[in-house]
């Protein structure tokens, strides 16, 4: 079984915190595609408001 890295799981949660003003439980509450989508759907609407190429939700 191989699981989802923390780090990763406190990047989305802080994300979609940030932006839609959720708090913690709504956040876990939702399974990992789910965040992983809202995610890419924040970045696409900060992408398009700010006129840039570059995702707002990407990870190094």
């Known amino acids: 079984m191989v699981l989802y890295p923390?780090?990763?799981i406190y990047q989305e949660m802080?994300?979609?915190s940030y932006y839609l003003h959720w708090s913690r439980?709504?956040?876990m509450r939702?399974?990992?595609l789910e965040r992983r989508r809202w995610c890419r759907e924040v970045s696409a609407v900060?992408?398009?408001?700010?006129?840039t190429?570059?995702?707002?939700?990407?990870?190094r």
């Open 46 to 51: 900060n992408k398009k408001l700010s006129n």
């Open 25 to 27: 439980d709504e956040v």
């Open 14 to 16: 802080t994300f979609l």
């Open 30 to 32: 939702l399974n990992h």
């Open 6 to 8: 923390q780090e990763r």
């Open 53 to 59: 190429e570059q995702n707002t939700f990407e990870f």
